[in-house]
């Protein structure tokens, strides 16, 4: 359903640590994922995509992991920089006559120090 | 390359008051177009679409209307703003052909008082 209305989840992570941000979505349709970060007063960036063909995508630091058995995304960040403080939000797009993005509720990565 | 316009950056206006948002982008051509509002600490919500000149669905009732008068211009409008139309409204686009991700604007933070 609707996400809007949940407050976000921290994840707080020593700098130079590995993070990992979870993501469950909802319709066992969608086929096409997107991770996108957003920091504090901007619009989201795009970080990484996949599709429901693939289990596992690496970009730069990032890898993104889809479980379509259990609807489960996950993004991994390497070696965790103070850069990367923003919150992340999971997308998941289902078929249909237009692109119906649903975004996650979103997790903010506070890193320390 | 594409780039994509929303403005004003802030915005502080009293109940009751007309609405405007403009979002116009750039470097491409029949873009899907997006507006999305995201209240503080909060998820993304998508309140209108468009995939075309003239044609904008709606995803929620709400105080608000879009339109669409040129293929790269999509505007947020409101005859009357109410308090619970504060937020950060953010216009985004993607190549409508196949699904691919989003890009957003910088976002516009309404503040209704």
């Known amino acids: 359903g609707e996400s809007v209305g949940l407050h976000l989840p921290t994840l707080s992570v020593q700098e130079g640590d590995n993070s990992i941000i979870n993501c469950a979505y909802s319709?066992?349709?969608?086929?096409?994922f997107i991770w996108y970060k957003q920091e504090s007063g901007k619009g989201p960036q795009f970080i990484i995509d996949?599709?429901?063909?693939?289990d596992k995508r690496q970009g730069q630091r990032v890898t993104v992991l889809l479980n379509k058995t259990v609807k489960h995304l996950s993004l991994q960040i390497a070696a965790t920089q103070p850069g990367d403080s923003a919150v992340y939000f999971c997308?998941?797009?289902?078929?249909?006559?237009?692109?119906?993005?649903?975004f996650g509720t979103g997790t903010k990565l506070q890193v320390i120090p | 390359s594409q780039t994509i316009h929303q403005w004003p950056a802030t915005l502080v206006q009293p109940v009751g008051s007309p609405l405007s948002l403009e979002c116009t982008v750039e470097?491409?051509?029949?873009?899907?177009l997006y507006w999305y509002r995201q209240a503080a600490g909060r998820g993304l919500q998508l309140l209108f679409y468009?995939?075309?000149?003239?044609?904008i669905s709606s995803e929620v009732p709400q105080n608000l209307s879009a339109s669409r008068p040129q293929d790269r211009q999509f505007i947020l409008s409101s005859k009357k703003l109410l308090l619970s139309d504060s937020g950060f409204y953010l216009c985004?686009?993607?190549?409508?052909?196949?699904?691919?991700?989003?890009?957003f604007g910088s976002g516009t933070q309404l503040s209704v008082l």
């Open positions: 985004a686009w993607e190549q409508g052909v196949t699904k691919e991700k989003l890009f």
């Open positions: 319709n066992s349709a969608s086929d096409y």
């Open positions: 996949i599709r429901s063909n693939m």
């Open positions: 997308a998941e797009n289902r078929p249909g006559g237009y692109q119906k993005v649903t």
């Open positions: 470097g491409t051509s029949n873009p899907n």
């Open positions: 468009s995939v075309g000149i003239g044609q």
